[in-house]
């Protein structure tokens, strides 16, 4: 998975030419010539939040390897090598499609998820918060309670984890194993808390 916000050149896919001091061949080059499936998965996280400017864009890379007839012969601008990417299958999430041009929309197959009701929202705040708990808690840590879980399911993800992290530590000084609604402390400024 990569993620889009991150994408600061037109390089990833085709690779940069040798000529330039930080040159090395692209992603498709990695996944089909010295990688080992000829229709590898890639995801593409955030692409809606892409840098663009006017002297790059790397939104523009994309047209050729998701345009059926020119993925058959994608060649890397620094192996020289013509590779046929068009099996790989590419998975684009986005907050928004407003900023990606129509052009790669008209390439995309776009499926719509609707927001989370409440019973998802638990769910995930449980998920994120037992992957936390597995990641920076002791053994032996408890999963959180329910109330616990109701506290975070209207909150972001991230703001799960970071809330978590923190309430793991706090348990932990107070010498439990498990977390506690008043571990959670106060939320960060700015967060949703619909209850």
């Known amino acids: 998975m990569l993620d889009a916000a991150s994408l600061q050149s037109n390089s990833l896919l085709l690779g940069t030419e040798p000529h330039w001091s930080t040159a090395r061949p692209g992603l498709l080059y990695e ?72 052009t790669l929309l008209s390439r995309m197959e776009l499926i719509y998820v609707s927001e989370p009701g409440p019973r998802e929202m638990l769910a995930i705040a449980r998920s994120v918060a037992k992957a936390a708990i597995g990641k920076d808690a002791p053994s032996g840590f408890e999963p959180i309670g329910r109330d616990v879980a109701v506290e975070l399911a209207p909150l972001p993800p991230r703001a799960v984890r970071m809330l978590v992290s923190a309430a793991i530590r706090r348990a932990v000084w107070a010498g439990r194993n498990r977390i506690i609604l008043e571990d959670l402390g106060s939320k960060p400024m700015g967060l949703n808390t619909l209850h």
Do not use: C
């Open 31 to 102: 996944l089909l010539v010295t990688g080992n499936a000829s229709n590898p998965v890639i995801v593409i996280d955030e692409f809606d939040k892409i840098s663009r400017n006017a002297s790059h864009d790397p939104m523009l890379q994309f047209h050729a390897a998701l345009e059926p007839a020119s993925a058959h012969a994608l060649t890397d601008l620094y192996s020289g090598v013509t590779m046929d990417a068009s099996r790989v299958r590419w998975i684009f999430t986005a907050n928004s499609l407003v900023p990606i041009p129509s």
